[in-house]
Nanobody, 115 residues
Framework: EVQLVESGGGLAQPGGSLRLSCAAS????????MTWVRQAPGKGLEWVPT???????SYALSVKGRFTISRDNARNTVYLDMTGLKPEDTAVYYC?????????WGQGTQVTVSH
């Protein structure tokens, strides 16, 4: 059974930093790209970044230069290092795996950026 468990969310001040983690199990982690997706209050899902199997990554323009996605295949974990946080980064952040026709999600972790 595929499981994705996010952690590391919380409250940060504008300009601050947070690190999110997603612990994965139930599949061959190193064989799949992993993605972070967020949902701000009252808005739809927004793709944030994806890290590919070889470690390269793509970023949404809204976070490029501020967020860094990485993976540790030995720990079956994907990370999202967020710096220069803005109030508009406030959202629930989800870890996402697409494996063929299947789409898996974690339970999400809340990130709130506020004074």
């Amino acid at each position: 059974e595929v499981q994705l468990v996010e952690s590391g969310g919380g409250l940060a001040q504008p300009g601050g930093s947070l690190r999110l983690s997603c612990a994965a199990s139930g599949f061959s982690f190193s064989d799949y790209a992993m993605t972070w997706v967020r949902q701000a209050p009252g808005k739809g899902l927004e793709w944030v970044p994806t890290v590919y199997t070889i470690g390269t990554a793509s970023y949404a323009l809204s976070v490029k230069g501020r967020f860094t996605i990485s993976r540790d295949n030995a720990r079956n974990t994907v990370y999202l290092d967020m710096t220069g946080l803005k109030p508009e980064d406030t959202a629930v952040y989800y870890c996402n795996l697409v494996a063929g026709p299947f789409n898996y999600w974690g339970q999400g972790t809340q990130v709130t950026v506020s004074h």
